[in-house]
């Protein structure tokens, strides 16, 4: 394993996930204040996930044309001119504004999401599951360190409320930006390249197992998306919950989306994938049934602990099982067709949070997660236990 790499990323991630805490927990909240009107209190995140859909592809190819190091360097310092741009919208009040720095900030997640392939290409191949699960750690120090940064920026800057947190995520992005000059390259990048270019990407998207995969993705971010994101709304807003309480419920959120990645790659090694990806989906539904309880505080902890950990499942799942169905030479453009597919229902998700709850409430939207996992269930089934065996050779 290249141990270096692994460790970069792991710190990587760790910024990445305190950046992401940071706008997605205040992203509801200054839109709110920003914008006049409740239905647009979501619309910042939506940039940003939107965003992340947009890019993916495009983050994709630019990769592979000039390298994982050279482009995550790069998309560190969108972040950084992303969050100096939403400090001065903060200072101007202006929602407009605000939401050009959300969509900014978006850019680098669709580069961010990029981590867990470059770290699967770092290692052997029986390693992947371990060493996907081992990156996405980094995102427990975010989870500890976000809700810091919301509470501590909220009055660094007299009479500009969180414009302070933004100028603490720039100079966290400064340091990833450095870390990144560090990366070696992957052992995709170091293999030399003697296979063909490849099948085409309708003859890579038309298997079985990558549609599979793709709708384990799309489900577990879209679903997580649509109920953290609608959180914050519905325990600050509609609720009246302090924003320490609601902060903490998000940070236990995150903490149990990647918690489990302590396990994840190893279980995913003896039960295999398709097991994995069902005890995913059934984290999701246990979110639901809690969630359709109440509106205490242990309703909503719990609700979204189980959100998390059914997340985390799902989509470290759904991502080995995507390894297994490209080869090095075609990985770009599976992948980045993927979290295309990926962020896209996210980004429709997280606007269609702040609706459902202006129009609907929370009940209504604890029913949307049922008949989309009652579907991947569905999917696991038609493909069974071939996903495992279907892996061709890298």
């Not at 070696?184 to 995969?213: H, N």
């Not at 509106?295 to 979204?304: D, E, I, K, R, T």
Request: aromatic share 10%.
């Amino acid at each position: 394993m290249l141990s270096r790499n692994l460790y970069l990323l792991v710190l990587a991630q760790l910024i990445s996930a305190t950046g992401s805490i940071v706008f997605i927990t205040l992203g509801g909240l200054i839109g709110a204040s920003l914008a006049g009107n409740p239905a647009w209190a979501t619309l910042p995140v939506t940039m940003i996930v939107l965003a992340s859909a947009l890019t993916t592809m495009p983050a994709a190819m630019l990769m592979k044309r000039i390298g994982r190091r050279a482009g995550f360097a790069l998309a560190s310092c969108s972040a950084v001119a992303a969050v100096l741009s939403a400090w001065y919208a903060l200072t101007a009040g202006s929602f407009v504004m605000f939401l050009f720095a959300a969509f900014a900030f978006g850019i680098n997640m669709a580069f961010t999401q990029q981590y867990r392939f470059a770290a699967a290409e770092s290692v052997d191949a029986a390693h992947i599951p371990r060493a996907i699960s081992f990156v996405l750690l980094g995102a427990i120090g975010g989870a500890l360190i976000g809700p810091k940064i919301v509470t501590a920026g909220h009055a660094m800057i007299a009479d500009v409320p969180y414009a302070g947190s933004m100028l603490i995520l720039a100079v966290f992005y400064v340091v990833q930006m450095s870390l990144f000059l560090f990366l070696g390259k992957t052992r995709a990048e170091s293999a030399v390249e003697e296979e063909a270019a490849g099948r085409t990407l309708p003859v890579i998207a038309r298997q079985p197992v990558y549609i599979v995969a793709a709708i384990g993705g799309m489900a577990g971010y879209g679903l997580m998306t649509l109920v953290m994101t609608a959180t914050p709304i519905s325990m600050n807003i509609d609720n009246g919950y302090s924003l320490p309480v609601t902060a903490g419920v998000i940070s236990a959120h995150v903490l149990a989306m990647y918690i489990p990645s302590l396990v994840s790659g190893f279980l995913i090694e003896r039960l295999g994938v398709v097991r994995m990806m069902f005890a995913g989906a059934f984290g999701l539904l246990a979110t639901s049934v809690i969630g359709l309880q109440g509106h205490a505080v242990v309703h909503y902890w719990w609700a979204l602990v189980l959100l998390g950990v059914g997340w985390n499942f799902l989509y470290v799942g759904a991502t080995t099982m995507l390894t297994y169905t490209y080869t090095n030479s075609e990985r770009f453009r599976a992948q980045g067709l993927n979290d295309l597919l990926v962020f896209g229902s996210s980004a429709t998700a997280s606007l269609l949070a702040g609706t459902v709850m202006h129009f609907l409430g929370w009940f209504w939207l604890m029913l949307i997660p049922i008949p989309v996992l009652v579907f991947v269930c569905i999917a696991l089934l038609f493909v069974g236990k071939s996903a495992p065996l279907a892996r061709p050779a890298h």
